[in-house]
């Protein structure tokens, strides 16, 4: 129980309607973790992995029908259709509420309710916010904790404070037939029926600290965004923060956790977060971010030595897998990860090479981000860390260069607004269909994107010191279908340019969509990509843009009168110098 008065009274409420056989409030304490694993592996929710070789790490098996993100069952329910915007689903907030009333009526019977107080970023940060989850999911629960600063102290802070945001899952039948993920920025509350994947089902995540998250900065004067945070240390032990947005599935948790290659010794990365940000503008005229999540929900397959060792080793103990596979001695699998033969794939069956992917796709670790040799200490300052760049980028196979740099921060929020990337498969759906993802937020933006970028204008004019705005593509390939540029911890030469560019060390060439390297500028010692390459890689094909250009003109258009005009004059003033180039 809590002192908030209005706690206790929708805690009840919510039992009244779903009618569990008990109720508990989590303390977030390690004997309630361990008494739920206990409970889980009886039930067979959780496998447990080989405990010599992955201490305190369980396999969860989701139902078959349930392992991504549901873009088209999630709902922006604001009373105003175009406060959710074309970006967004939208329904009534009455029609909703009342077709989450029928889905959770009795849905609790025979289960426990979980109340799940959490705290979305360090617990004594005045940019952090509370959030109470109740579900039937010890899976979620399990999870959460995880996820975020769960328990005793953020129940604490929300006795002190009393605001919440609220948020109620079931897991219900996993009948995609009933199933919805609804948000009510306006009430700061979020209805979760029908699924128990990640996404959906750990509110605390993409549900709170970006669709409510962005729906209260917009008022608050902040920033909700879909980004990574990474420390950068150069050998003279100066420390530059990046925040970069990528589309899912687009290598941000390896980005966040690179391994600088040979030739940058006295280098080091520092991972603050991998998936959310939350900024504010500083007393002292700078951005500062923190992460509001406590651990990854990372995409296994994929991760291996060669790509992200960090994380790796980090999965090694203490962690949940979800749909990965599982090799004869016990031990989690996924493509990707090393040769070994798994003898049971994603949904437990005997597995037999050749006869498709073992693990899912879109497979998952849930580690605590402590748990990262590059883990940065400043993840717990409740002030955050101050922002050089921000970063945006996407899975393009042609035409968008592998860095360049904005004009201002005005032009930044044109590349932020004009992004897209191929798909993949972190969302339901085809996969490999290039699709705009502004500022990778397309997903999670809780309100009209319109709206959103006239927000982010506004924020340059109140941001003294603005971060430098940049747009990468690692995923660039030649005429015969190769990758031109070897990514991964390679990618540390270009963040190496863009912080030399916010320190003003050195020049960039003008093109007609932004700041590009000085031929030679990126450091290419060591590695086999020549400057023909090279120049490919930054070449800008200036009639394939302007065809770009009125694509992005047509896409913006979409969204009517409230598109920011600025927005527009931008996009002009591209076009323009494309034809004069
Ligand atoms: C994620 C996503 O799970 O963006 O982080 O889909
Ligand atoms: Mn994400």
Not at 32 to 54: G, K, W
Not at 114 to 124: A, N, S
Not at 153 to 174: C, K, M, P, Q, W
Not at 484 to 506: A, H, Q, T
Request: glycine residues 10%.
């Amino acid at each position: 129980m809590s002192s908030n008065q209005k706690l206790n009274d929708w805690v009840k409420a919510v039992a009244n309607l779903t009618r569990p056989d008990h109720i508990h409030w989590c303390t977030g304490d390690q004997a309630e973790y361990d008494h739920l694993v206990a409970e889980m592996l009886q039930s067979s929710d959780l496998i447990e992995l080989n405990q010599q070789t992955h201490p305190g790490s369980y396999l969860h098996l989701s139902d078959p029908g349930d392992v991504a993100r549901v873009e088209h069952l999630t709902f922006i329910c604001t009373s105003n259709p175009g406060d959710a915007g074309p970006n967004n689903q939208w329904m009534a907030p009455v029609e909703a509420k009342a077709k989450m009333e029928a889905l959770f009526s009795g849905c609790m019977k025979g289960r426990t309710m979980y109340v799940i107080p959490y705290c979305m970023g360090p617990i004594d940060s005045p940019h952090s916010r509370c959030g109470v989850e109740i579900t039937d999911s010890p899976y979620v629960v399990a999870n959460m904790r995880i996820m975020t600063r769960m328990g005793q102290s953020a129940l604490e802070r929300i006795d002190r404070e009393g605001n919440f945001v609220r948020g109620t899952h079931s897991i219900g039948e996993l009948d995609p037939e009933r199933r919805f993920i609804m948000h009510f920025p306006e009430d700061l509350m979020i209805l979760s029926y029908g699924s128990g994947y990640g996404g959906n089902a750990l509110l605390g995540k993409k549900c709170h600290a970006l669709r409510i998250a962005s729906y209260q900065a917009r008022t608050e004067g902040w920033l909700a965004e879909h980004m990574l945070i990474v420390g950068v240390e150069n050998p003279q032990g100066e420390t530059h923060y990046i925040a970069a947005a990528f589309p899912s599935a687009c290598g941000k948790t390896n980005l966040a956790m690179l391994i600088p290659p040979a030739e940058y010794e006295g280098w080091k990365i520092w991972t603050v977060g991998d998936d959310i940000c939350w900024m504010h503008p500083g007393v002292d005229g700078r951005l500062w971010a923190i992460n509001p999540e406590a651990g990854f929900f990372g995409v296994a397959p994929g991760t291996g030595a060669d790509t992200n060792p960090n994380a790796l080793a980090m999965l090694n103990h203490n962690c949940i897998f979800t749909n990965v596979a599982q090799t004869a001695d016990g031990q989690p699998w996924w493509e990707g990860k090393d040769d070994e033969i798994p003898v049971k794939d994603w949904q437990g069956r005997d597995y037999h090479p050749g006869s498709g992917p073992a693990a899912h796709p879109n497979s998952r670790f849930t580690a605590a981000i402590s748990q990262c040799a590059s883990y940065s200490e400043q993840t717990e300052a409740p002030q955050g860390v101050p922002i050089s760049a921000i970063v945006f980028g996407g899975r393009r196979e042609r035409l968008v260069p592998l860095v360049m740099e904005s004009n201002s921060w005005q032009h930044g929020v044109l590349l932020g607004a004009s992004m897209a990337s191929e798909t993949t498969a972190a969302a339901t759906g085809a996969v490999g269909v290039v699709r705009r993802d502004p500022m990778a937020m397309k997903p999670f933006c809780g309100y009209n994107f319109a709206d959103y970028w006239q927000h982010w204008l506004d924020m340059g004019k109140r941001i003294e010191q603005p971060p430098k705005i940049f747009h990468v593509n690692w995923f660039r390939k030649d005429e015969h279908g190769k990758f031109m540029w070897p990514g991964f911890c390679e990618n540390m030469r270009v963040l190496e340019w863009i912080i030399e560019r916010c320190k003003g060390n050195k020049a960039a060439v003008s093109s007609p969509i932004g700041k590009m390297p000085e031929p030679g500028a990126i450091n290419l010692a060591g590695l086999e990509v020549d400057d023909a390459t090279m120049s490919g890689l930054l070449e800008v094909d200036a009639s394939a843009w302007s065809a770009e250009i009125e694509e992005i003109r047509t896409y913006l258009e979409g969204y009517g009168e409230r598109l920011p005009t600025q927005l527009l004059e931008q996009l002009n003033q591209v076009a323009a110098e494309l034809k004069n180039s």
